[in-house]
């Protein structure tokens, strides 16, 4: 029996039950130590790496716990949202362990890595915005200001090191574990479309 025969809330809710369960462990962060990328795809497999693509998973949770028609009280409701905003926490982490405050493409839990990475090509970073939706989102959601505040602390950093000057938009960077950030001279399609609608979401009356 296909797994196309489950209609889709059953399929999400066998998906996030076996990501609950799949939590390695915690550390005094309390990051939530669990592969996305795997997850997603081998879910008997788990690995030590995050791809920052996934960083809009916390978001996404946290929504999908409000809009739930279920009773608030649902216990799958309570476990998205703390899913939702541990996961979140994750992301936060890498970027706050980072030289530059933004953090790298992919990074690991491991004994001797604790959501960094030391592989080469792994340190970029290329416009992804999808943790600061992630940290809107939960804001607005919650009503918790340090969302606020580490959304704010990003745009910073992306001012900092990713401006490519006067009227030159922005620009990766190759390693944002570096005191001074080489810029890789790449503005992403995709950062513009997503930043001006995230600049829409931030005005209350829209």
């Known amino acids: 029996m296909g797994w196309s025969v489950f209609p889709p809330k059953?399929?999400?809710d066998t998906f996030l039950n076996g990501m609950?369960?799949?939590?390695?462990?915690?550390?005094t962060w309390h990051?939530?130590?669990?592969?996305?990328?795997?997850?997603?795809?081998?879910p008997d497999i788990i690995t030590d790496v995050i791809t920052s693509i996934f960083h809009k998973l916390g978001g996404m949770l946290a929504l999908g716990s409000h809009v739930d028609p279920r009773p608030i009280s649902h216990p799958n409701r309570t476990r998205d949202m703390q899913l939702g905003t541990e996961f979140t926490q994750t992301c936060h982490a890498s970027y706050i362990r980072a030289a530059t405050g933004i953090g790298p493409e992919l990074f690991h839990f491991t004994a001797e890595l604790e959501?960094?990475?030391?592989?080469?090509?792994?340190?970029?970073y290329i416009l992804r915005p999808e943790v600061i939706e992630s940290y809107f989102i939960l804001y607005r959601l919650t009503g918790d200001k340090k969302?606020?505040?580490?959304?704010?602390?990003?745009?910073?950093?992306?001012?900092?090191?990713?401006k490519a000057g006067p009227g030159r938009g922005y620009?990766?960077?190759?390693?944002v574990y570096a005191i001074n950030p080489v810029q890789d001279d790449i503005q992403q399609s995709f950062f513009r479309s997503e930043e001006h609608t995230?600049?829409?979401?931030s005005h209350h009356d829209l």
Do not use: P
Request: hydrophobic share 40%.
């Open 10 to 12: 059953i399929l999400s």
């Open 171 to 175: 620009s990766g960077l190759r390693d």
């Open 198 to 201: 995230s600049e829409l979401q």
């Open 115 to 124: 959501a960094t990475t030391n592989v080469t090509n792994q340190k970029g």
């Open 31 to 42: 990051v939530l130590r669990v592969s996305c990328y795997l997850l997603t795809c081998l």
């Open 20 to 27: 609950g369960r799949l939590i390695l462990s915690w550390d």
């Open 147 to 162: 969302y606020r505040d580490w959304r704010w602390s990003a745009a910073l950093a992306l001012e900092r090191y990713c």
